[in-house]
C-alpha cells in the first residue's frame, strides 16, 4: 500500500545544542550531529518506517549567515556580495558573511558523506526560488535587485547554474540518493501584488504578471542537465500552473 502522507521539513534544521549533544552521544559537529539526528528519523526496521522524504538542512540558524536567504545566495554561480546594514546585497568583491555562508554550505555537504554512509532513497535539497531572493537582496546601487529587470533575468540562470555544481557535489558524498530540489516562494505574492517597498519606504515594486513570474522561476527550473526532480512551494506554484509553466521534470 502506498503512504498516505510523506513528511518532509521546509529546508532548515535547529542544530543541536550542546547538552542536546551530550545527552544524545552525538558528535561535536553541529553539521554532522544535525544530519545524524535526520537520520535517526528513518528508523532501522524498513517494515515499520513512515513515508519520510530526508532533506540537507540548508540552514541550522547558528548566526546571521545561517539561514536560508545567505544560503541560496552561497549557491549562486559567479557572485559576490556581503551583508550591509539594510540586508544581503549582491555587488563585487565577497564579505566575511557570505563567505561564512560558503563555508557552512561547504561543511555540511562533507557531513554529508559520513553521516549518509550508505543511504538510498529520496533527498531534497532546498533554495529560495529567484523570484523571492529578487524582492530581498538589493544591488550594489542600494535599490532592490527586483527593480533591475537585467538582474531579475539573470538570477534563475546564475541559481540554476550553482544548483548544479550543488547536486553534483552532493551526489558524489552520497551516491545512492535520488536528489530532488525545492524552491521555495515565500515573497511570491508580495511580488506579484507590487508589495515589495523600496529601500526609502516611500514606494513599492512595480507588480511583475503572474506570466512573468513563472517565466522567472520555471528558468531556475529547467535550466539544468541532466534534471533532479524539482518543484516549488508557495503562490508562484498556482501562477505558475496557470500559465502552463511547470516546475516539475520528468
Known amino acids: 500500500m502506498r503512504p ?3 513528511l518532509t521539513g521546509d529546508g532548515t534544521f535547529r542544530a543541536p545544542t550542546p547538552q542536546d549533544a551530550l545527552r544524545l552521544e552525538l558528535p561535536d559537529d553541529p553539521y554532522l550531529a544535525s544530519l545524524m539526528r535526520l537520520r535517526a528519523l528513518l528508523g532501522d526496521d524498513l517494515e515499520e518506517q513512515i513515508a519520510t522524504r530526508l532533506y540537507l538542512p540548508s540552514a541550522l540558524g547558528q548566526d ?6 545567505p544560503a541560496t545566495l552561497a549557491l549562486l554561480a559567479e557572485t559576490t556580495g556581503d551583508l550591509v546594514s539594510y540586508g544581503w546585497r549582491l ?12 563555508e557552512q554550505r561547504r561543511r555540511m555537504l562533507d557531513a554529508a558523506r559520513i553521516a549518509l554512509l550508505g543511504y538510498e532513497g529520496p533527498l531534497m535539497t532546498t533554495a ?3 523570484a523571492t531572493l529578487s524582492g530581498a537582496t538589493f544591488l550594489q546601487s542600494g535599490e532592490r535587485t527586483l527593480g533591475d529587470p537585467g538582474a531579475v533575468r539573470d538570477l534563475p540562470m546564475l541559481l540554476a547554474e550553482g544548483l548544479v555544481d550543488h547536486l553534483a557535489t552532493l551526489q558524489e558524498r552520497v551516491p545512492g540518493a535520488q536528489l530532488h530540489v525545492l524552491l521555495r516562494e515565500d515573497a511570491v505574492a508580495a511580488v506579484h501584488e507590487g508589495r515589495i517597498p523600496t529601500p526609502s519606504g516611500r514606494r513599492h515594486s512595480t507588480p511583475i504578471s503572474g506570466a512573468g513570474i513563472a517565466r522567472v522561476t520555471a528558468g531556475a527550473a529547467t535550466h539544468r542537465s541532466p534534471p533532479p526532480r524539482s518543484g516549488c512551494c508557495g503562490a508562484a506554484c498556482s501562477s505558475r ?5 511547470s516546475a516539475r521534470t520528468p
Open 64 to 69: 546571521e549567515a545561517d539561514h536560508l536567504l
Open 4 to 6: 498516505l502522507v510523506t
Open 128 to 130: 529560495l526560488g529567484p
Open 241 to 245: 500552473s496557470r500559465s502552463s509553466a
Open 91 to 102: 555587488g563585487t568583491g565577497t564579505g566575511l558573511a557570505w563567505q561564512r555562508a560558503r
